[in-house]
């Protein structure tokens, strides 16, 4: 029977694949609904990928931990699973990582028949914001904007995540001022396209010491930088559990007041098996379902980790006993929502910014929009680029130079908890290596000392710049000469290799409906104690640096 089913579904795919439409899901205040009928809409979610470690890495046996499978590019292995999915009442599934480069027509459309939405990650195993040394840059932006133009059109696309716990304590909570600007561009960037209005939110950990201010954080602010949703990835609730022995009322209480839906993003703890789901009766039940929209359980796949319901092999799908107990929890809950027409949002303010301090370390200052014109404009108009300087030691090159001259590096700071972003930031490793040579060079130069002020031990050369006119010029411009100005301009390229403006070429002057936080003073990055030994070396022997 099952297996009659997954072919029958196999077969209809080849037919709906052109227009298996659903009624898209639409936020209103703190809820979600279906847009035609206002029916309230609540996740019954389950994760969806295989060998996936949600920590940025993969149990991918090829290709390292890189590699990632795209759960919605094979038609086949989604015709096998979805009849699974039905059987557990699912509406909704997060997928970890796609491929934009592959066609997600089959599966999208199998999961659209059966009533399913899908919430996309947006970043990739070795693509995202890494928490202990956080970047937005040109390379994330390309990637997160092309992953929103593989999934944007599919009217089951419900969200996106721009990030799933980056900052994870104490120790690197100024990641998240990169994942928010991450967030914003994200936004802007589906305006920008025209698409559809897809929500963009952020899945969080639940670590004690940082989870109120990571919420208020990521809602706070002007609405255009703020999540439209937010996602609790929580495995509080162990066996036979509680609703206070959990947590949850606590949890409850926190988000009874937040301006954008909230649900549980992964869920599941598995330290008591077989897991019999007991915490499903609370989620959707009277005390937490007006706070809460619905959640996701981690995951569909048996796997190393023990988180599966199924275990799968080839073609074959068996379900384990803990398939069996969340299929019979999510058959009897029926939580009671409101029709979006007769609910008037009373919790409509945003939350407050945490202020920066011992607890807290991410401005609410946030990055400048990833603009890869503006870096390569920049490149192509300076005089002393890198030369054969190999991955490895480029990072040196960093802190010699940076230790050099007066604010050499300014303008390739990101410092997310000062909020001091130096225009060129974003850029690539090259290009900002470039900025800083270039930098010290016109230093030189300015004080008398020349051309051999560009070289660096062989690391260094000159190149004839190219004067920058049209966009450029006025991009440039923007940045300022020591790079610490605000670039309003967007780029006048579309999209596809991370620019996100509709402005046609010329001279593009239209103001960022991202709205790109202002500089404030110049940033002074510290000079480290070998670039500072090396700089009184340096007065006899302008540029002759050994690495
Ligand atoms: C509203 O539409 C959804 C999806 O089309 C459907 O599942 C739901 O039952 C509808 N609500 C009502 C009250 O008919
Ligand atoms: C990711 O998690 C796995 C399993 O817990 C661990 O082996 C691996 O070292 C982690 N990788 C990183 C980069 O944290
Ligand atoms: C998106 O859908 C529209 C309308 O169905 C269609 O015209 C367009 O080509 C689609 N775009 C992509 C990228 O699939
Ligand atoms: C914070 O998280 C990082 C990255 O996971 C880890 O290396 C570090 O040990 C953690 N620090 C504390 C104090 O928990
Ligand atoms: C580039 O650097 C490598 C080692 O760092 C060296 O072996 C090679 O000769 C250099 N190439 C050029 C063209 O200078
Ligand atoms: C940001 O600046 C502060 C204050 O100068 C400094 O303590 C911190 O180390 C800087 N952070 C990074 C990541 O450079």
Same mark, same amino acid.
């Given at each position: ?5 997954a ?18 899901i ?37 290709g ?15 015709s096998r ?8 009442q ?9 491929d ?39 390379d ?8 929103i ?14 990030g ?17 600007a ?5 936004k ?20 004690a ?11 706070c ?46 869920y ?5 098996q ?17 706070v ?7 995951m ?9 319901l ?7 799908? &068996?379900?384990?006993?803990d398939?069996?107990? %969340?299929? +019979? #929890?999510?058959? $009897?809950?029926?939580?009671?929502? =409101?029709? /979006? ?16 301090g ?38 040196d ?29 974003m ?39 190219? &004067? ?6 006025t %991009?440039? +411009? #923007?940045?300022? $000469?020591?790079g610490?100005?605000? =670039?309003? /301009? ?58």
């Amino acid at each position: 029977m099952k297996g009659f089913t997954a072919t029958a579904l196999a077969g209809a795919a080849l037919f709906l694949t052109a227009n298996a439409d659903v009624d898209p899901i639409v936020i209103k205040g703190s809820k979600f609904f279906y847009q035609t009928n206002g029916t309230q809409f609540f996740i019954k979610g389950i994760a969806y990928q295989q060998d996936y470690l949600g920590n940025g890495t993969t149990t991918g046996s090829s290709g390292g931990d890189s590699s990632y499978v795209d759960p919605l590019a094979d038609g086949s292995s989604c015709s096998r699973d979805v009849p699974y999915l039905q059987q557990l009442q699912t509406n909704t599934i997060r997928v970890y990582a796609i491929d934009p480069t592959k066609n997600h027509d089959q599966c999208m459309s199998l999961l659209a028949d059966a009533g399913i939405y899908v919430i996309a990650d947006l970043s990739a195993p070795g693509d995202s914001i890494v928490r202990d040394s956080p970047t937005w840059n040109d390379d994330l932006y390309a990637r997160y904007t092309s992953v929103i133009d593989a999934m944007a059109n599919y009217t089951n696309t419900m969200g996106f995540f721009a990030g799933n716990e980056v900052s994870n304590n104490n120790t690197n909570t100024d990641a998240s001022a990169f994942v928010k600007a991450a967030v914003r561009d994200m936004k802007a960037y589906i305006k920008t396209k025209n698409y559809r209005t897809i929500g963009v939110g952020y899945a969080t950990n639940d670590d004690a010491d940082i989870r109120e201010n990571l919420a208020n954080y990521f809602d706070c602010g002007e609405s255009t930088d703020a999540i439209d949703f937010w996602g609790y990835n929580i495995y509080s609730w162990c066996g036979d559990s509680s609703y206070t022995e959990s947590g949850y009322d606590v949890r409850t209480k926190e988000f009874s007041d937040y301006n954008v839906p909230v649900f549980f993003a992964e869920y599941g703890c598995n330290e008591v098996q077989p897991r019999k789901f007991t915490e499903v009766q609370a989620l959707y039940g009277p005390k937490m379902s007006p706070v809460w929209s619905g959640g996701i359980v981690y995951m569909y796949f048996q796997e190393a980790n023990d988180y599966g319901l199924v275990s799968v092999s080839g073609d074959s799908v &068996s379900t384990l006993d803990d398939f069996n107990y %969340l299929s +019979s #929890q999510l058959a $009897s809950i029926n939580p009671t929502g =409101v029709n /979006s027409n007769s609910y008037t949002p009373t919790n409509t303010a945003a939350q407050a910014c945490p202020t920066v301090g011992s607890d807290w370390q991410a401005s609410s200052n946030l990055p400048p929009t990833p603009n890869q014109e503006l870096c390569e404009c920049m490149f192509n108009a300076l005089t002393c680029v890198p030369d054969n300087v190999s991955t490895d030691k480029v990072g040196d090159l960093f802190g010699v130079v940076c230790g050099l001259g007066q604010d050499t590096c300014a303008g390739i700071e990101a410092n997310g908890t000062t909020g001091d972003y130096g225009a060129y930031g974003m850029c690539n490793p090259t290009q900002q290596l470039g900025w800083a040579l270039n930098s010290y060079y016109e230093q030189q130069v300015a004080a008398g000392n020349g051309a051999s002020a560009c070289d660096f031990s062989g690391s260094a050369k000159t190149q004839a710049p190219s &004067s920058p006119t049209g966009t450029c010029a006025t %991009l440039i +411009s #923007q940045a300022g $000469s020591a790079g610490t100005g605000t =670039v309003t /301009s967007q780029p006048s390229g579309t999209g596809s290799s991370g620019s996100g403006s509709g402005s046609s070429g010329g001279s593009s002057s239209s103001s960022s409906s991202a709205g790109v936080p202002g500089f404030s003073a110049p940033a002074h990055i510290g000079v480290l104690q070998v670039a500072f030994y090396l700089a009184i070396a340096f007065v006899s022997g302008a540029g002759m640096i050994l690495l």
